[in-house]
């Protein structure tokens, strides 16, 4: 057994392979008979801590079908990532409220929500306890309905009522707005249409995440 640097790391005659210090060596075995075979081998510092957030800062959630990116780094005893692997294990506490699938370079992973709940992310390094970070998965709302007409008297107030669908999607506030066609009106932040002027306005209502509806 052979290393092309013993600065960096040491073979023993039995092929046990010891790091030196941050770097890569090449390992060679030979046989009694010429055979010989060689490994690249490099050298790491020691993980000393691991922090794990989310590529958008203070992103804690994430809608049905939808995708999002945690980023682990891992940091030596020296609170730098000089020479500090940064290849990670990550986990899903839950595969049907979320799934994690792990990037080429190790240590970003992909978030994607299945359904609505809660589930726990975890990146492992090594021998290290894991860390952790609690992701959200939101039902958002894929549309919104209002009845196709409707009539409302000049000086007087109706309440109109947007559906959401599907049921227990949230958030499931909405923007209100009227837009004048031959007519006028007014309506307020609970749906509130007042009639001013005799003809025809738009209603729209609006979800959160841009779904919309109408009617005159």
Not at 24 to 39: D, F, L, P, Y
Not at 100 to 115: H, I, L, P, Q, R
Not at 176 to 182: F, G, Q, R, Y
Request: charged residues 15%.
């Amino acid at each position: 057994w052979e290393s092309s640097d013993e600065d960096i790391v040491s073979v023993s005659e039995s092929g046990v392979v010891t790091g030196v210090k941050a770097g890569t060596a090449t390992i060679t075995v030979t046989s009694h008979n010429g055979i010989e075979k060689t490994c690249e081998v490099t050298v790491t510092n020691p993980t000393n801590k691991v922090v794990i957030a989310p590529e958008t800062a203070g992103q804690t959630e994430v809608a049905t079908g939808e995708e999002m990116t945690l980023t682990a780094t891992a940091y030596g005893k020296n609170g730098t990532t000089d020479d500090v692997a940064q290849d990670f294990t990550w986990t899903s506490s839950n595969a049907s409220v979320a799934t994690v699938a792990k990037s080429e370079n190790g240590n970003t992973a992909t978030v994607t929500g299945v359904k609505a709940g809660t589930v726990t992310i975890t990146a492992r390094a090594g021998s290290l306890d894991p860390v952790s970070v609690k992701i959200t998965v939101a039902l958002l709302p894929t549309s919104v309905s209002l009845p196709a007409a409707a009539e409302v008297v000049v000086g007087q107030t109706t309440r109109f009522t947007a559906t959401i669908s599907p049921a227990g999607a949230q958030p499931s506030s909405i923007l209100w707005s009227v837009e004048p066609v031959t007519g006028a009106a007014s309506v307020d932040e609970s749906g509130n249409l007042t009639g001013e002027m005799a003809g025809q306005v738009r209603l729209v209502a609006r979800t959160l995440n841009g779904r919309t509806a109408s009617c005159l």
